[in-house]
């Protein structure tokens, strides 16, 4: 089991039907999640590793998270996630997405903001 917190409150709101999906993600040792958006929303929490989060929602554009702690991905802003540790990272995931949307959208094109 994994377990992480929030200082504030999570709102999810994604216009259904959705579908909700859970997944585990491992990157290894210099790997990336590749440039993507959401359509939906994502909470998760990491595992194992460190995950440093390029994204324009964080003040300098970057972010880590360290095991136990969790992450609310909004959806619309183009971002990438990186393993940028020694030791593979493990991240828990469940998507909360429009019914028939891609889980992460890899076509910048179709992202509300652009990279």
Known sequence: MAQGAQTGPVDVAVPGPV????????????????????H????????????THYAPVY????????TGDSIVEGKGYVHEGRNEGSTPLVLWATYVTPKGQPLAETDLARCAVQP
């Open 19 to 38: 579908q909700v999906n859970f997944r585990e993600l491992v990157i290894p040792p210099g790997g990336a999640t590749g440039k993507h958006c959401h």
């Open 40 to 51: 939906g929303q994502v909470v998760g929490v990491v595992k194992a590793g460190t995950l």
């Open 59 to 66: 003040p300098g554009g970057v972010h880590v998270y360290r």
